[in-house]
């Protein structure tokens, strides 16, 4: 069965750095898109980033381009979010998830994991 | 970007009963490009409807989804005890958004 886990969160200082981590079984990582999607606590769900199955392509919300970097490794099955210049306003759970299959850019989200927590505070 | 407004925020509702979602885009959805996920509290978001209309995985048919254009529909025929939650609807047409949710409580 698909399963996503997500790892390396933590409280960070304002202006500080955090790489997330989402190890991927129970599929063929590299035929899929990945995507980061992130809810402040006890807020709605907002999209953060996607990536492509090879890696070649990668988008991001308007409100950490420039700050976080997804990538892939297929090798190792996981995908991954480097998050710079943390702000108060990153503070969150962030989910790594699946793309449907076929779909490319232009996709929902089919397998969730369970999510790891950002906070950023001083 | 386009603006997805869900309506109610909350719904009030008993178990049998039949629950009407709405989802109203600030422009035209691509392709019908609309997903509806569930979201109960410490879980999670499960995807329940993707292009508007088609049911995901495992989904019950109770759970149906429509609409076109800029307004979208999810239909839950008779209401389980399990379905009590929260529910987002999501474009994926034009970069992705969410709605800002609708809380389905008895």
């Known amino acids: 069965q698909v399963q996503l886990v997500e790892s390396g969160g933590g409280l960070v200082k304002p202006g500080g750095s955090l790489r997330l981590s989402c190890a991927a079984s129970?599929?063929?990582?590299?035929?899929?898109?990945m995507t980061w999607i992130r809810q402040a606590p006890g807020k709605g769900l907002e999209w953060v980033s996607y990536?492509?199955?090879?890696?070649?392509?990668?988008y991001y919300a308007d409100s950490v381009k420039g700050r976080f970097t997804i990538s892939r490794d297929n090798a190792k099955n996981s995908l991954y979010l480097q998050m710079n210049s943390l702000r108060a306003e990153d503070t969150a759970v962030y989910y790594c998830?699946?793309?449907?299959?076929?779909?490319?850019?232009?996709?929902?989200?089919?397998?969730w994991g369970q999510g790891t927590l950002v906070t950023v505070s001083s | 970007e386009i603006v997805l407004t869900q309506s109610p925020g909350t719904l009030s509702l008993s178990p049998g009963e039949r629950a009407t979602l709405s989802c109203r885009a600030s422009?035209?959805?691509?392709?019908?490009?609309l997903a509806w996920y569930q979201q109960k509290p410490g879980q999670a978001p499960r995807l329940l409807i993707y292009?508007?209309?088609s049911r995901a995985t495992g989904i019950p048919d109770r759970f149906s989804g429509s609409g076109s254009g800029t307004d979208f529909t999810l239909t839950i025929s008779r209401l389980e005890p399990e379905d009590f939650a929260v529910y987002y609807c999501?474009?994926?047409?034009?970069?992705?958004?969410f709605g800002q949710g609708t809380k389905v409580e008895i």
């Open positions: 998830a699946r793309d449907g299959r076929y779909c490319g850019g232009d996709c929902y989200s089919d397998y």
């Open positions: 129970g599929f063929t990582f590299s035929d899929y898109y």
């Open positions: 422009q035209s959805v691509s392709s019908n490009y």
């Open positions: 292009g508007a209309s």
């Open positions: 999501q474009q994926y047409g034009s970069s992705r958004t």
């Open positions: 990536i492509s199955s090879s890696g070649a392509t990668r």
